[in-house]
């Protein structure tokens, strides 16, 4: 259903009386797009704050937000193919999730690292490493672009101390993950990750997290896609961020 993935995601916040609103949401999913919040607390029997509430709750800012993000989706959970809306949806959250994210802790990371090992989880998360790297040069700071599980591996075993490991992935679980996350506890390692937000073992376990919307949708062939545009603007973003920073610091 439309909403079930955000329910688990919130589901020790939410109420009685938040499941059953959802409930009523997902019985009349269909007159969703066009109802009013009014219309939507008679059908309830709730009110409007409290469906306020439940927007802010499941991460929305509030009941138009909702109702944008159920557009998106059908009776399914299924990503519509109205591909330009999913794209500024995922564009949006990303940016909400890039408001909420402690900037001056990853600035003071990446300031104070002497050296930062990259790594992408796949072709596409290995051109946005490449990317990161060039970004990073632009501000003075070395790194490295891991291109394998291999060279990931090594990395981890030379990394010293005050040095960041960033990994790039969309879904935060690969098959040799566990192995992964297991060496970089054994040798203390400090990592940042960058996934879809999700619970998965990457960002369970790393010292900071940066999450990024991506909704997977359907080209015309049917071939199962995903963007990577958002990650790309949340480095854009971090390089931004961290001038402004370097420019106030010279300020005081």
């Known amino acids: 259903m439309v909403l079930d993935k955000l329910v688990n995601q919130y589901y020790e916040s939410l109420s009685d009386n938040d499941l059953y609103m959802i409930k009523v949401i997902h019985d009349n999913i269909d007159k969703m797009k066009g109802m009013k919040i009014q ?3 008679n059908l309830s029997h709730t009110s409007i704050s409290s469906i306020h509430r439940l927007a802010k709750k499941l991460g929305f800012d509030g009941y138009s937000d909702l109702k944008s993000y159920i557009k998106l989706y059908d009776h ?5 193919q109205d591909l330009m809306e999913l794209l500024e949806h995922d564009i949006k959250q990303t940016m909400k999730h890039l408001d909420q994210l402690n900037f001056d802790k990853l600035n003071q990371l990446i300031d104070d690292a002497p050296f930062i090992y990259i790594y992408g ?3 596409a998360q290995l051109e946005i490493a490449n990317d990161v790297q060039r970004q990073l040069l632009s501000l003075f700071k070395r790194s490295i672009v891991l291109k394998n599980e291999r060279e990931l ?3 981890i075993e030379q990394l010293s101390e005050g040095e960041l490991l960033l990994i790039i992935s969309l879904s935060g ?11 970089i506890k054994a040798r ?3 990592y940042i990750s960058v996934t879809t937000l999700r619970d998965n073992i990457l960002a369970q376990n790393a010292m900071f997290n940066i999450y990024v919307n991506s909704t997977p949708f359907y080209l015309f062939n049917d071939i199962n896609n995903s963007s ?5 603007i949340v480095f854009d973003v971090i390089l931004r961020k961290f001038s402004n920073w370097k420019n106030e610091q010279k300020e005081v």
């Open 228 to 232: 990577f545009l958002p990650y790309h």
């Open 121 to 123: 989880t796949g072709a």
């Open 188 to 190: 203390n390692v400090q």
């Open 76 to 80: 399914t959970g299924e990503a519509s």
């Open 173 to 183: 679980e690969t098959k040799n993950f566990d192995e992964i996350i297991q060496l």
């Open 153 to 155: 591996m090594t990395g």
């Open 39 to 41: 219309e939507l607390a």
